[in-house]
Nanobody, 115 residues
Framework: QVQLVESGGGLVQPGGSLRLSCAAS????????MGWYRQAPGKQRELVAT???????NYADSVKGRFTISRDNAKTTVYLQMNSLKPEDTAVYYC?????????WGQGTQVTVSS
């Protein structure tokens, strides 16, 4: 099993920045891709960004140029740097990791963009 602990969410004004972190523990040998999804009230969960074990990244069109995903050298922590935040970025952000035992999810962290 893999446990994921997220941190870094909060309230920020439009145009501001936040950095989310997600640390994996447990059976962390040979983790696969890691990334972030988000879910706004009344909407389906959507992909935000992913990073493979090799460092390849992928972003939703809505966040390209504003968000940057990265992974630490140990490949067990994933970060999401969010700049130029907009009210429509308001959502609960969930990190995930692919593993040979399945896909594991964090508990979610709230990001609210409001003046």
């Amino acid at each position: 099993q893999v446990q994921l602990v997220e941190s870094g969410g909060g309230l920020v004004q439009p145009g501001g920045s936040l950095r989310l972190s997600c640390a994996a523990s447990g059976s962390i040998f040979n983790l696969g891709a890691m990334g972030w999804y988000r879910q706004a009230p009344g909407k389906q969960r959507e992909l935000v960004a992913t990073v493979t074990k090799g460092g390849d990244t992928n972003y939703a069109d809505s966040v390209k140029g504003r968000f940057t995903i990265s992974r630490d050298n140990a490949k067990t922590t994933v970060y999401l740097q969010m700049n130029s935040l907009k009210p429509e970025d308001t959502a609960v952000y969930y990190c995930y990791v692919d593993h040979f035992l399945g896909t594991f999810w964090g508990q979610g962290t709230q990001v609210t963009v409001s003046s």
